[in-house]
């Protein structure tokens, strides 16, 4: 079997375009790690944790399918950009379907970064910034919890509710502005409008 490990992932892309399909199942061996460790990064009360793994590994075969071999932006960073795409959309959806609160649905210590990338802000930390609260009191305190998710689905506009749900599963503004295909500052302002926001509701109480 030819070793693969010697070509980049963008030349294996290429080889895949020109009908080597056998190098796909390379890339998803090479990758899987990758697609593990962003899936454990959330998980949806009452499902088995392989239905996020499933959902990361479509992300995964669409990043493989997608990628443009001449973009300036790597496969690794397309492939990841992929797979939380993929996961958030199953968090979502799982949400407004059985309406859970934020601690249900997300780890609050999760980053969902990986290797020597710079870290996003864990759900505890984003959550702290809005409350004052240490991560403990905010694990403890299911109520809290469920309050800031319903100023999220009641107080924040659309945009400023898909910032803020990506930014708590671990994504930096510029990775939420990539998602969701807008500008970084449109993208930072609305995640800081969200923050202010919810701080705002959380003292009125």
Not at 98 to 105: A, C, G, R, S, V
Request: with cysteine; proline share 2%; net charge negative.
């Amino acid at each position: 079997m030819e070793d693969y490990s010697k070509y980049t992932d963008e030349e294996l892309i290429k080889r895949i375009r020109s009908g080597e399909k056998e190098i796909s199942d390379y890339l998803i061996g090479k990758y899987k790690n990758l697609v593990r460790k962003l899936s454990r990064s959330m998980h949806i009360l009452g499902g088995d944790s392989d239905d996020l793994l499933q959902e990361g590994m479509i992300g995964l075969y669409k990043a493989i399918r997608d990628y443009d071999e001449d973009s300036e932006a790597g496969f690794m960073t397309f492939a990841q950009v992929c797979v939380q795409r993929q996961l958030y959309s199953a968090v979502t959806a799982a949400n407004r379907k059985k309406h859970m609160p934020l601690n249900e649905y997300i780890s609050i210590y999760a980053t969902g970064k990986t290797g020597d990338e710079e870290e996003g802000m864990p759900l505890a930390e984003v959550l702290c910034s809005v409350t004052d609260e240490s991560p403990e009191k905010l694990f403890m305190d299911s109520e809290l919890l469920a309050e800031i998710d319903r100023i999220i689905e009641t107080d924040l506009s659309p945009l400023e509710q898909e910032v803020m749900r990506l930014c708590m599963t671990g994504m930096t503004s510029s990775e939420a502005a990539g998602v969701l295909n807008r500008d970084f500052k449109s993208t930072d302002n609305a995640y800081t409008r969200a923050k202010s926001k919810i701080r705002k509701a959380l003292e009125s109480r």
